[in-house]
């Protein structure tokens, strides 16, 4: 049966088979360097963060949220999110130095988003989500909620303030 | 197979299977079309397609005017028109209406359009199409209802456990049911018409259409499971709890995949209608039906950029879903190579030489071929952008941001929604028999749209890389965040003026289209052809079947266990939140 192809077509179609591969080997290169979204795949009681009994433990109940160091002196962020803010609300974190955010929602969806950072993470009700990242320039920032979470919405955010690391105390 | 050998600049077929003069069937099947008594099928094409196109844009209309006040609301620039109830009401009105109605109804209505003229052929029942349309219509009215009330302030995207009222739900869904009455048609009426002339190539533009019914059939199952399985149980009280991430999986194998069901009528148009507007022919006919086909089993099965940001899908499917979402880059680049290269043939069939000589040759003054070059390009704009979203790592810049509003408005908007307009000027006369009331109007009416585009989405595009996010009714973060907003909102702001002004203009054109002066010889509902018009195609490019074995093997490899470790993971339910709770 007749196909038709062009010369012309059948180079493009080259070009842009070779573009869809460098693209995939840009994504490769980076996700292999350990850039991957957060996607720790873990479940949680969410309507009971503050008890020990519920699924998940108490991890995320009122006395252990906070900043701590883990056994290998990494910086954990434990936080919670519910209708409209983030808990603890402001929180200080050093320039530079890498550290993992740990957070879960009380209620309904909500998201994370430190702006002109690629702190970035959806909350969703029964899971913990977790990322591990830096900032780099000092200053203060709002960590704000970007999902739709009901009609305080725009209201919900803390702050953050980036230090020097040097001056930086836990 | 044999290869022509031909190259861009030679337009003589060199071999037989081709066919010049306008592809045989076409020819004499339009003969029998002049006579005096309109057959049924031009009487169904007339009302089904009035019909289902005027819901659209009638949807359309209302929904405007929701977005200048957005633009407003947001952007802390007119203090006395903050309210937050009204912001979230009328964004999710507006969403809902320009991504459910306007599209779903403007879809049918051309797709019965077009399928009944290309094909010469009735639809296999009235009473069915029309069930269809009325019962896409209740379900509208029904979810409106309650969206204007401001009971069902969820999002178009209405995620758990934020809740609607049940009406809600139960119109979404019968829009949904309504709209596969039409597919129902679309593929009924492909398959009648290869048993009417077996081994012949189905028209160009009914084969899109038919692919397109065929990926909103599978595109829309997983909205619906997500309705049947989880929403509506919990409506009705036979479950108290829901879990969000299952809700989000399900969604996600929509929400892709929905934006390809809004942009083939685009393709479509521009492949089937716009060479001969442009006084051309198609480049490439076979190269348009595989694109049709990569463009179906491309684009459903890699919703998961969607989740990148998501807690409870793992890394590896995320991964797997990047790989499939750059696949659908070859189909939009075969898209941008035939339509350029159309467009071409055409500027030198008319007159135009050297390099750049062709473009100066465009018909500029023809709504149909100004409308694909200015959908082009903002395609080209657009597509970047979506590279970003689409990637890995970067995504995590952008999501949720303003920049992914700007980028679906320059996309969605833009790139479709400016084919819309076109194929409604294309097909005004040839439904009502009388004069397009104003073209003049009508390519200013692009061109505003277009610049309107360009002035309202590429600021919005920096707000999000500047850090605002999505979905909110005012800016309270930082009187510095504000300090570098505002200005951006202030260009914005103008760029929803201008795009009001431009929607306005086409509704003025369309409805004075109806009463403008009859013509003697409406122009005949005529497809474009191919410079090798092809008379016989591969089978697998006239056929469906093998296509949805496909699309089941590789959805079942990138749905398959992301859903099914909803039933182990052991999640604890959330309750419901929200209205009617
Ligand atoms: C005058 C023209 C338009 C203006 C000024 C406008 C403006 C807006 C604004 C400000 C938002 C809210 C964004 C947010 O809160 O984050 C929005 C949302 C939306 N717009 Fe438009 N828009 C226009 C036309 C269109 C068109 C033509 C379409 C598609 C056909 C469209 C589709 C949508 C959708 C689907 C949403 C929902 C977004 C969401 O829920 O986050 N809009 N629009
Ligand atoms: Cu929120
Ligand atoms: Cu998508």
Known sequence: ?170 | MPICSGTSKSFLPTNTNYDLSEGTYLLTMSMTDTGTQAPAYVKHAKWLGLSNMWVGFGAFALAIPMGLYQVAERSNLFPAAESRELYYTSVTTHGVLMAYVLTTFFIMGFGYFSALHSLKQDVWSPLFSWTGFVIALVGTVMAAVPLLLGEASVMYTFYPPEMAVTPFYIGAALLFVGSWFWCVDMVIGMMQWRRANPGMAVPLVMFGTTMNALLWLWTSMGATLEVLIQILPLKFGWVDTIDPGLARTFFSWTLHAIVYFWLLPAYIAMYSIMPRESGGKLFSDELARVAFVMLFIFSVPIGFHHLYMDPQQAAGWKLLHMFGTFMVAVPTFITGFTILATLEVSGRLRGGKGLFGWIAKLRWNNPMTLATILSMMMLTAGGFGGVINASYSMNALIHNTQWITGHFHLIFGGTSVIMYFAVAYWAWPRITGRKLASRRMALWQLWLWFWGMIVTTMPWHVLGLLGQPRRVDTLPYSDELNAIWNPYEVVMFAGAVMLTLSAIMFIVVLVRSHFSERLQQPPEVVFGTAIHQPLRVPKLLNSLALWNWAMLVYMLASYGYPLLQFVFLGTPQTIPFGFGE
Request: hydrophobic content about 45%.
């Open chain 1, 1 to 170: 049966m007749a196909f038709h192809i062009d010369k012309l077509e059948k180079r493009w179609i080259y070009m842009v088979a070779g573009i869809v591969v460098m693209a995939w080997g840009i994504q490769i290169y980076y996700a292999a360097q350990g850039w991957h979204p957060p996607s720790n795949v873990e479940v949680i009681d969410s309507a009971q963060l503050h008890l020990a009994s519920g699924v998940g433990g108490d991890e995320f109940s009122e006395q252990n949220i906070g900043i701590k160091r883990d056994e290998n002196g990494m910086l954990v962020v434990t936080m919670v999110a519910a209708r409209y803010g983030f808990y603890p609300q402001e929180i200080t974190l050093p320039q530079g130095e890498p550290f993992k955010m740990r957070i879960a929602s009380f209620d309904v969806l909500h998201g994370i988003y430190i702006p002109l950072t690629n702190l970035n993470l959806m909350l969703v009700p029964g899971y913990v989500s977790e990322v591990t990242t830096t900032v780099n320039t000092l200053g203060d920032y709002p960590m704000l909620c970007h999902d739709f979470c009901g009609m305080g919405h725009a209201y919900m955010f803390g702050n953050v303030k980036i230090v020097p690391a040097d001056e930086y105390k836990l």
